[in-house]
C-alpha cells in the first residue's frame, strides 16, 4: 500500500475554485492508478473523478464533469483536483486513493490505499 495525504480543502463561496492535492509516499506513486472520492454527511461515499498511472485516462463523476479536473504529476508523487464553478451540492470531504493497476475507475473496491480526506465546504 502507498500513504496519502491530502490538502488543500476549505470553505468558498458558490462559483469559486479550489485546488485539491494528494501527496504519496511509501511505495513507487507511478505504479498506481488514482482517484478523488467524496462524502458528504448521511450520503455513501461517491466516485468524482480517476487517472491512470499514465495520465492518457481520465474518467469523471456525471455531477462533476466539466467543472473538475484531475492531474498528476509523477515526479511530485502529487495529484491535483481542480475544482471550478463550484455549487453548495460540492460540500463533503474529499478523499484521494491508490489502486494497484494501470486504469481504475469508479468502484470504491479497485482502492487498496485511502488518504484521511479533506473537507470542502461550499457556501450559497
Same mark, same amino acid.
Given at each position: 500500500?502507498? *500513504?496519502?495525504v491530502?490538502s488543500g480543502?476549505?470553505l468558498?463561496? !458558490? /462559483?469559486g475554485?479550489l $485546488? ?5 509516499s511509501?511505495r513507487?506513486f507511478? !505504479?498506481? !492508478?488514482m /482517484? %478523488?472520492?467524496r462524502q !458528504? ?5 461517491e &466516485?468524482?473523478?480517476?487517472?491512470? %498511472?499514465? $495520465? $492518457?485516462?481520465?474518467y469523471?463523476g +456525471?455531477?462533476?464533469k466539466?467543472? &473538475?479536473?484531475?492531474?498528476? +504529476?509523477n #515526479?511530485?508523487?502529487?495529484m491535483?483536483l *481542480?475544482? +471550478?464553478s463550484l455549487k453548495?451540492? +460540492?460540500? #463533503?470531504v474529499?478523499y484521494? #486513493? #491508490?489502486a494497484? @493497476?494501470v ?5 470504491i473496491?479497485?482502492y487498496?490505499? %485511502?488518504g484521511q /480526506? @479533506? ?6
Amino acid at each position: 500500500q502507498v *500513504q496519502l495525504v491530502e490538502s488543500g480543502g476549505g470553505l468558498v463561496q !458558490a /462559483g469559486g475554485s479550489l $485546488r485539491l492535492s494528494c501527496t504519496a509516499s511509501g511505495r513507487t506513486f507511478s !505504479a498506481y !492508478a488514482m /482517484g %478523488w472520492f467524496r462524502q !458528504a454527511p448521511g450520503k455513501e461515499r461517491e &466516485f468524482v473523478a480517476s487517472i491512470s %498511472w499514465s $495520465r $492518457r485516462s481520465t474518467y469523471y463523476g +456525471d455531477p462533476v464533469k466539466g467543472r &473538475f479536473t484531475i492531474s498528476r +504529476d509523477n #515526479a511530485k508523487s502529487t495529484m491535483y483536483l *481542480q475544482m +471550478d464553478s463550484l455549487k453548495p451540492e +460540492d460540500t #463533503a470531504v474529499y478523499y484521494c #486513493a #491508490a489502486a494497484p @493497476t494501470v486504469v481504475a475507475g469508479r468502484g470504491i473496491n479497485e482502492y487498496d490505499s %485511502w488518504g484521511q /480526506g @479533506t473537507q470542502v465546504t461550499v457556501s450559497s
